[in-house]
């Protein structure tokens, strides 16, 4: 359950999350004993993005060992789930699919599961199989152009979550259109996350910050705190200083929005997140930010929050320990919209 000390909203709040440095593989002792604990900083870069890592043990070796063990663990969860390279499990999956059942290892399935989960809860809206509508925008993106109604047809062809059947009891996928392409951006990093967070705990660090870009998922807070201090950057600008902050303990926050990845095409901003009953990335500048008890679901409902803007929060609503915040900007005013359990103060 997460617990709160307070939460203050900035005029313009929004696109997270926990001020980090950028070196890589860096590791940091703070000179200020907690009891029998130190402070350990390490930052690592994995799918795209880095992932740091703030943890609490009583010695550096201890530190060290369980820092390294997390981060050998996404490396692994990114061999599995990417979809850049084309030796990932998942690609694979997709480039021999013949619509047969193909067994997956447990970390696909487990992904998978709760994206599929998503996708029924979100009547479609969050979707995994949305692959080659991304990858068309991702094009169009490099080049600074709308696809053609013809290209977005024979994408939006591809799409549709009812086309990816799991079978929990053989652990098997099967994608019933050739050509289908799974797409796991707006789920994996926060399931790294929640694994990395386990692997901590296995190896006795249970007092432990993941952070990867826009999703945070944290064990029991420091020894001299009720929780992990997180700050909320502007929307406008993700990397000035955070002026506000919530507190946060055995819980995740994800925060989703178009403030990096965005294409402007005619004077229209159009965000890497694209909506399925369109195929066209979202327009108007929005983002949204997700409390949730774990990083997988917090990670699926920003995005899902970003695609249904207020017509997702009832889903918040129905998800247990879970609350959502909603960033818009309308004729260059903020508004703010949240669900009922978001913290206030
Ligand atoms: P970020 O990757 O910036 O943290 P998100 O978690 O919102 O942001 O994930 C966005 C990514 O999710 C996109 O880059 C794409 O890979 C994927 N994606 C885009 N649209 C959808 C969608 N409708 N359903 C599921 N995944 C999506
Ligand atoms: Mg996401």
């Known amino acids: 359950m997460s617990r709160f000390c307070y939460i203050k909203f900035a005029s313009a709040v929004l696109l997270l999350l926990a001020a980090f440095s950028t070196c890589p593989a860096k ?46 663990r996404i490396a692994q969860l990114d061999g599995i789930m990417s979809h850049y390279r084309l030796t990932s499990e998942l690609m694979q999956l997709c480039l021999k699919s013949d619509d047969k059942p193909v067994k997956v290892s447990s970390d696909l399935f487990a992904v998978l599961w709760q994206a599929q989960k998503m996708a029924e809860q979100s009547n479609g809206a969050f979707d995994v199989t949305i692959g080659p509508v991304v990858r068309l925008w991702r094009r169009c993106r490099l080049k600074n152009k709308l696809p053609t109604p013809q290209e977005l047809a024979q994408a939006r062809s591809l799409v549709g979550f009812r086309n990816l059947v799991l ?72 990397d000035a200083r955070p002026e506000r902050f919530i507190f946060l303990a055995d819980a995740a926050i994800a925060t989703s929005g178009d403030a990096e990845r965005y294409v402007e095409i005619d004077g229209i901003r159009y965000s ?29 409902l920003a995005t899902t929050l970003n695609i249904l803007g207020e017509k997702g929060l009832p889903l918040i609503e129905k998800t247990p320990g879970a609350s959502g915040l909603i ?10 919209i949240k669900s009922k359990r978001f913290p206030d103060h």
């Open 27 to 72: 590791e940091e002792e703070r000179s200020r004993p907690t009891g029998q604990l130190k402070r350990f900083t390490f930052v690592e870069a994995h799918m795209g993005t880095h992932f740091k890592i703030i943890l609490y043990a009583k010695d550096r070796a201890t530190a060290e060992q369980a820092a390294k063990a997390a981060f050998a």
């Open 167 to 238: 079978d929990p009891k053989h652990q098997t996928v099967q994608l019933k259109q050739p050509g289908m392409r799974l797409d796991l951006g707006g789920i994996g990093k926060g399931f790294a996350a929640d694994k990395a967070i386990e692997t901590l705990a296995r190896l006795g660090v249970d007092r432990a910050l993941v952070s990867a870009g826009g999703d945070i998922v944290v064990s029991k807070p420091p020894p001299d705190s009720d929780g992990w201090r997180i700050g909320i950057a502007p929307l406008e600008d993700p």
């Open 272 to 300: 890497h997140i694209v909506d399925p009953r369109t195929g066209l990335g979202l327009v108007g500048r929005i983002s949204a930010t997700v409390i949730a008890p774990d990083g997988t679901t917090a990670d699926a």
């Open 327 to 336: 960033h818009r900007k309308v004729d260059n005013k903020d508004v703010l």
